[in-house]
């Protein structure tokens, strides 16, 4: 098992063609790296032993780089089957960039900036600093996004808990839900359906079938502009509400389907 010193910051790079990844943080300064086959065909097998690892420093920051073998600019398995399963082990905040056809992430702990390319395999990860996933069918499920947040996919499903600044998220036949979005947020989508927790910032939402709800901070001025060619609109928000800050900017919702149900509601008051 390759081990390295990685005290300050460091970095992940993963190009691997399919099986699965799975991180865990912890409280030492260096980074471990285990690779083996997945399964137990030759492909596997082969694809596992010729995987290059090895670490470099650069910019200030430890690189650590994972490659499986390619043959002709492709991931030399892709279509004999070869999958393989990558054990990390490394610092909190660690950076990480992977590239894939179809393998699967799975992160446990705090990681730093996050870039995931998958066609069909779905990212699974506990808070980041910030995060960007482009996938094919793959699903997103995540924790706090201390950045910005953007995804693109075709039919995977989004789930993040909160971001701390701006999300930008298309999808065509996935679910998007984000549970708190502290800045603008922009959720796009043809026939998922679009649930926004509690919108702190302005919030664009574009669907064709997929139905909508947004939640708004108690006590948050707003301007509203919703529409839906043959959907249902309806709004628990009282346009006669005063806000509790009046010198704070209103929210803005703007909010457009052809289909679908639009529901906008504010967020209940805490009484602790």
Partial sequence: MPV???????????????GIVRIEVWDEPRTEVEVSALRGDEASREAAAQTRVEAAERGGRHEILVEAPKREGRFFSWGRGAELAVAIRCPAGTDLELESHSADLLARGTLGEVGARTASGDVALADTRALHVTTASGDLLAGAVGGALVVKTA????????????STVNTVSGDIRVGSSAD???LSTVSGDVDLGLAEAGVRVNSVSGDVEVVVRAGRGFWIDAQSVSGTITSELDVGESPADPGERPLE?????VSGDVRLAR????TA
């Fill in 4 to 18: 390295f010193e990685t005290p300050g910051q460091a970095a992940l790079r993963l190009e691997l063609p399919a």
């Fill in 184 to 186: 603008a947020a922009t």
């Fill in 253 to 257: 919702l703007r909010v457009r389907t």
């Fill in 267 to 270: 967020a209940v008051a805490s």
């Fill in 155 to 166: 039919s995977g499903d989004v789930d993040v808990r909160s971001v701390a600044e701006r």
